[in-house]
């Protein structure tokens, strides 16, 4: 373990598989604890409140904003609201685990003037196509939303630059081993 707990912030554009590289790090390196977001947005199928996210109301999420609940949140994709429980997150560090937040790139923008001795970890995908191939492979979004957030990434790839490292997800246990190391873990897994 390193000397003193870190916040390791994991972002990228979408369908770069954030959200599949962050679960097998949750399974696989149990050193690492990760952040459960909170999201207005409706389950996906498989997805269970708690530990993929925490799905709330509008209205319990705008007390959260409130309250001042939230390390950080936003819009995402002109639809719905996400964000990371500050309380989480504090009480991890207090027990000396080192923590991880995958979040969007507005997120990890506001975590670094908020928290900016956090570390910032971009991760990008092979290639464009392959991109494009795995968000409508996943079949969870409309033609019309699948467009949109296309038009998104070719934003969010533009952030690359703002990011301390970058790690290419060509192979989720390989970028999973590779984002821990850079979190200063050893890269032991749970089989």
């Known amino acids: 373990m390193p000397a003193k707990p870190t916040v390791t912030v994991l972002a990228g554009p979408t ?21 459960v977001s909170a999201t207005t947005r409706a389950a ?10 925490f799905f709330v109301s509008d209205g319990e999420f705008d007390s959260m904003v409130a309250n001042n609940d939230l390390l950080e949140w ?11 429980p500050r309380r989480k997150v504090d009480a991890a560090l207090a027990q000396g685990r080192s923590v991880l937040l995958e979040i969007d790139l507005q997120g990890a923008r506001e975590i670094k003037r908020t928290l900016p001795t956090a570390q910032f970890v971009f991760l990008a995908p092979p290639s464009w196509d392959e991109m ?45 081993a590779e984002l821990v190391e850079l979190m ?3 890269a032991q897994q749970r089989d």
Do not use: C, M
């Open 132 to 176: 494009v191939a795995r968000l409508v492979g996943r079949g969870t979004e409309t033609p019309e939303q699948q467009q949109r957030r296309l038009e998104t990434a070719k934003v969010e790839l533009a952030a690359q630059p703002e990011f301390d490292h970058t790690v290419i997800n060509d192979s989720v246990e390989r970028a999973a």
């Open 184 to 186: 200063g873990l050893p």
């Open 15 to 35: 369908a770069v598989g954030k959200g599949t590289v962050s679960t097998y790090i949750r399974d696989h390196y149990p050193q690492v604890w990760l952040s």
């Open 44 to 53: 996906r199928p498989g997805e269970v409140d708690g530990v993929h996210y």
């Open 74 to 84: 936003a819009v995402v994709h002109n639809s719905h609201r996400y964000g990371t």
